[in-house]
């Protein structure tokens, strides 16, 4: 079963700093590193280092040829990689603060160049029953969506970053979701959610098709489907960087799951990586392989 990631791939610009930059203040960074990222880039990361067979399409312009030697390195498929001279690469201006969290800036470049051509010959080469992974960092992912289904290959949407376009997304073809709390929300007509109990009865009723994993931060996180709810606790540990922490979980979880795993062998697993990814720096550089994830031992 083959995994295709059609995803973003960024250059990301990464400063430590105290605290985020406010309006109108200037201050100055203790450190600048680039580092290769996109959250497609990640996801296609952690599912080669996870052990998947994946194949990631995309598109890159000026200065973003180290981003698919990234991706050869973890042992993803880079055939599909589109290389745009019209254009910038994506890239991302990160903020790390002194507490490990982070600030995002994007800017989509080749990333919002993908064509309807480039998605029916990528398209061509998969069957029924493989597994499309999807973010909110791409062009046309309607027209994805809906060319992916009609091959009824299984379509996994993590829809970050969030905004108005998720909503003419057709997300009755989903069949998992990887969501936070405030996605969640935002997906179902809510301000907020109550409960993860409400949560499953409310993705149950409006997406009866599809299974839900809701991360919960510190919490841990929650897998969601018609028949069970599951819930998974958070390894702790030291953060040095979270930039790549849900996506590492989502590469992870998606690799187990492909495999035969059940989903509570495959929450267990991905939140044992995304640990072992926030105690890094870097995005795609701070994602394990899985003898890591397996062979690591947490101190309570």
């Not at 791939?9 to 960074?29: A, C, M, P, R």
């Not at 990160?94 to 010959?121: M, P, S, V, W």
């Amino acid at each position: 079963m083959k995994i295709l990631n059609f995803g973003s791939l960024n250059i990301d610009y990464v400063y430590s700093v105290d605290h985020f930059v406010q309006k109108g203040e200037t201050i100055s960074s203790s450190q600048m590193n680039i580092f290769s990222g996109g959250k497609g880039l990640n996801q296609s990361t952690a599912l080669g280092r996870a052990g998947a067979q994946v194949f990631h399409a995309g598109r890159i312009g000026k200065g973003g040829e180290f981003l698919v030697e990234q991706l050869k390195e973890a042992g993803v498929n880079t055939d599909l990689v589109v290389l745009d001279s019209q254009c910038s690469t994506g890239h991302a201006i990160i903020q790390n603060d002194a507490e490990g969290d982070n600030c995002i800036l994007l800017y989509g470049g080749a990333n919002q160049r993908i064509t309807k051509e480039q998605i029916d010959a990528t398209l061509d080469q998969f069957d029924a029953g493989d597994y499309l992974v999807l973010q909110n960092e791409t062009s046309n992912l309607p027209y994805l969506m809906e060319k992916a289904a009609e091959k009824q290959m299984k379509i996994v949407l993590n829809p970050s970053p969030m905004d108005e376009k998720i909503k003419a997304l057709p997300l009755d073809k989903v069949t998992l979701f990887f969501v936070n709390e405030i996605e969640a929300a935002q997906i179902l007509g809510q301000k907020e959610l109550e409960s993860t109990q409400e949560a499953a009865a409310a993705f149950r009723s409006m997406f009866p098709q599809a299974a839900v994993v809701l991360t919960l931060g510190s919490q841990g996180s929650v897998y969601i489907d018609k028949d069970q709810v599951i819930p998974q606790k958070c390894y702790k540990v030291k953060a040095v960087d979270t930039t790549a922490a849900g996506d590492t979980f989502t590469g992870f979880f998606v690799s187990a799951i492909s495999k035969g795993k059940s989903p509570k062998e495959a929450l267990d697993l991905a939140s044992r990586a995304s640990a072992i990814a926030v105690s890094r720096p870097g995005a795609a550089p701070s994602v394990p392989t899985l003898d890591e994830v397996e062979n690591w031992e947490f101190a309570e």
